[in-house]
């Protein structure tokens, strides 16, 4: 398989009378974006931009998405979604890099995320580094709220492949070449190099707490192999509204940096097999089944190691272990990536379950360290949801406008697939 | 002008002698004495060992708050801007010794301290929160390596710099989780780790597994038709308005409701705050996470002998297993006073 990204850089967003990126600007004619996103379940629907470096605070927000199209080997984006049931990862695909939809809502109210686009807060979510086309939107009176995630979810999923397909004529300013054959074929390019297989375990709960891939909500799957290429390519979109730190959204996905890191190494000290989306259960047998299922992969692929990557925390934890586990007990060398809640004093043990198997650990960061983010001029949205948010109090919001915070309630501030820099250590 | 600095060192190390001298009463000394002479060089002209009090071992293990109180005296009236005892390696007395005077100046006097010994000093294990103590060898051997260490520590607790990870800084960590930007993102850090664990190399995880007690469970109640049963859950359900201001996750508090006079949880009277499920329903109906209308037909029916009269309650999500640990011994010491027998413990 074979996926080009040709990335057209953007470095502004503006309002303009034609959608279309120039010279690095993007701009957004907002009457056809809205009508992109059209839907009767919303009363109201509203755009708002920010930029990197901006005054801008962002809340209440449910999940961010990198505007693409594809331009050959496929329609649109997002397979099972806004594009016909094809596979993903094949063909050209272009991408506003640089940009972001982020959709806005206070649909659970206490899970959703900030993102500020300066200041302290700005340093612990890739959001404040894009240039944001925000979608605002108020809800019919009554509207169901899994009716309300899902209208939202499919509507910032319209309005990024809205973007990305006005913009197919643009020139990219870079094209990323992905490329890697079937695991016989690159086992028998590679036959002395470690066969590393990714497991992405994604929250598949119900209640809202959803992982969607070729549009399926995968809550009743199986864990399930996946060429890299799809991954990279839109096959999985979030329908999470869990805690914002450590969610996978739609724009984390298709930039999984352990998926990027481990082709970037493949044929040089590695052998990248593919991915294993593994779904996270709310249930002991599920997580058992599911831990079981996923090493089983790995054994009947040969592999010698496995990264796996938690997503949530709390009950996830017990996935993790138990996936951890029944790959070592299989002879598959792992790592885990997780964050912590260590308790706000950072005193607590972090995790809420353990094994002996789990000795190879990469922090994400403690969820619970609070943080003051400084005033900012705007807020898109409501500056009161902090009350509500997971990581947040009544008593958030100061007068001034600052904010005194759990690190977890910014968006992808501790994401376990390794996007950022961040981590928990011993002091 | 340079910093000032007190020194804490044994009775052998001040060359007083050995075991024989080990009562020796705390004294102070002008200026740097044994290690203290190799700290000076490596402080150059930063900073100044103005003292070294000597103390013997066998002293300050048998009459330690009297120790502790003289020592205390002494620094006091320096007012130095750093504290440092030892090294002790891992000789027991000394390392108690070691950590008791250092926790006790930074807690007193509010004068950053730091001491040196090696993980397995009894010294450690009672001190490690309250001082930074530098790893070091098991004997004076790693002397050199030792101060080197506190030297470079001892500076910068001086001037009130940002510390890095401890296994970075040369101490031996505190039992405190801290969040640092790191050279590079998580997924290469991981990538790095397997191979190396695959290659059979030494790799350093970033959390070693935490050990989780087992708390053996209750033995089963013999009588149920005369057994008293409370209710207790995590699932956030609060009087409206959540008046105790439970928060929504990372709980540090929990709450206790008076529900004796009710049959059901109405959803006019109840709700759930929890900030980790979808409450949709919960707000619907209170009873579907705290089932107190089939505890009162049951109770009514003479199933089991009486609901207990409160409701306590929290959120269980985010919240951490230090807290988690201290509301279960609360709630529990409270339900066992009060006479009750079995739990119902309701999650989300």
């Known amino acids: 398989m074979q996926l080009k990204l040709h990335k057209v850089k953007v470095r502004d967003v503006r309002w303009g009378d034609v959608t279309k990126v120039q010279e690095g600007v993007l701009y957004v004619d907002k009457a056809s974006a809205l009508e992109a996103v059209k839907d009767d379940a919303f009363a109201k629907v509203d755009l708002e931009l920010a930029r990197p470096g901006e005054s801008i605070r962002i809340i209440p927000v449910k999940d961010c998405i990198q505007p693409r199209v594809k331009l050959s080997g496929g329609k649109e984006y997002f397979p099972g979604f806004c594009a016909p049931l094809q596979r993903a990862g094949d063909g050209a695909t272009l991408v506003l890099d640089g940009a972001a939809v ?73 094209v990323a070449t992905f490329e890697k054959g079937s695991i016989a074929e690159e086992s028998a390019k590679f036959p002395g190099l470690p066969k590393i297989l990714y497991v992405c375990m994604s929250i598949a709960q119900g209640l809202l707490h959803d992982t969607y891939v070729y549009g399926t909500d995968v809550k009743m799957s199986f864990p399930f192999l996946l060429h890299p290429n799809e991954v990279l390519d839109g096959a999985v979109v979030s329908g999470n509204c869990v805690s914002a730190c450590d969610k996978n959204t739609t724009y984390h996905h298709v930039n999984n940096p352990v998926v990027r890191d481990l082709y970037e190494r493949h044929g040089k000290d590695l052998n990248f097999l593919g991915v294993v989306i593994s779904p996270e259960s709310t249930v002991l047998a599920g997580k058992e089944r599911n831990a079981r299922m996923s ?126 820099q961040v981590g928990c250590e011993w002091v | 002008m340079s910093y000032r600095v007190v020194c804490y060192i044994n009775q052998f190390y001040g060359g007083k002698g050995g075991e024989e001298v080990a009562d020796f009463k705390p004294e102070l000394v002008e200026g740097p004495v044994g290690p203290g002479l190799e700290l000076q060089k490596l402080f150059g002209d930063e900073a100044r060992v103005i003292g070294t009090i000597i103390c013997g071992d066998g002293y300050y293990a048998e009459h330690i708050e009297k120790a502790r109180a003289e020592c205390l005296k002494i620094v006091e009236d320096l007012k130095p801007d750093l504290f440092v005892a030892g090294p002790a390696f891992n000789a027991g007395r000394y390392g108690v010794a070691c950590g008791d005077i250092c926790a006790a100046i930074t807690q007193s006097l509010d004068i950053p301290s730091l001491t040196g010994m090696f993980p397995e000093n009894p010294g450690v294990e009672l001190y490690r929160a309250q001082t930074f103590i530098v790893k070091t060898e098991g004997s004076a051997r790693g002397m050199k390596q030792a101060l080197t260490s506190m030297a470079r520590l001892g500076l910068k607790l001086i001037k009130g710099e940002l510390l890095g990870p401890a296994y970075e800084e040369g101490y031996i960590h505190r039992g405190i989780r801290k969040n640092f930007f790191k050279d590079k993102r998580g997924s290469l850090r991981a990538i790095d780790i397997l191979l190396q664990k695959i290659a059979g190399q030494e790799f350093r995880t970033e959390y070693e597994m935490p050990t989780f007690k087992k708390i053996p469970p209750a033995p089963p109640i013999k009588d149920i038709k005369h057994a008293t049963i409370a209710l207790v859950t995590s699932g956030g359900i609060v009087p409206r308005g959540n008046p105790d201001r439970l928060r929504v996750s990372s709980a540090e508090s929990y709450a206790k409701y008076d529900i004796s006079g009710l049959d059901d949880l109405t959803p006019d009277e109840f709700e759930s705050i929890h900030g980790g499920y979808d409450r949709m329903w919960a707000n619907l109906d209170p009873d579907v996470v705290v089932p107190l209308d089939v505890m009162r037909e049951l109770e009514r ?47 989300t």
């Open chain 1, 102 to 174: 982020v959709t806005c809502g206070s649909i659970v109210a206490f899970q959703e995320g900030f993102i500020d686009m300066s200041g302290q807060g700005a340093r612990y979510t890739p959001f404040s580094e894009t240039n944001n086309v925000v979608l605002v939107v108020e809800p019919t009176d009554g509207l169901d709220k899994h009716k309300y995630e899902a209208a939202l979810r499919i509507a910032g999923l319209k309005l990024a492949t809205y973007l990305a397909k006005a913009c197919m004529d643009t020139k990219a300013d870079e």
């Open chain 1, 295 to 420: 090493a089983a992969i790995g054994a009947d692929l040969g592999a010698n190691g496995a990264v796996i990557t938690e997503e949530g925390y709390g009950n996830p934890d017990t996935d993790l272990c138990l996936t951890a586990k029944y790959f070592e007990e299989a002879g598959i060398r792992t790592v885990v990536i997780s964050d912590e809640a260590a308790g706000t004093d950072g005193k607590s043990q972090s995790l809420a379950d353990a094994t002996p198997e789990m000795n190879a650990f990469v922090s994400t960061g403690n969820v619970n360290e609070m943080i003051v983010v400084p005033p900012m001029q705007k807020v898109i949205g409501d500056p009161k949801a902090i009350a509500l948010l997971s990581g947040g109090s009544a008593e958030s919001l100061w007068e001034d406008g600052s904010m005194y915070v759990e690190l977890q309630s910014v968006i992808g501030s501790t994401v376990e697939i390794g996007y950022s």
């Open chain 2, 301 to 347: 029916e003479g199933v089991f002998g009486k609901l207990h009269p409160y409701l306590y309650t929290t959120t269980g999500t985010g919240t951490s297993v230090a807290n988690a640990e201290r509301f279960g011994q609360e709630i529990g010491r409270e339900l066992k006073e009060a006479g009750v027998d079995g739990v119902i413990l309701t999650s």
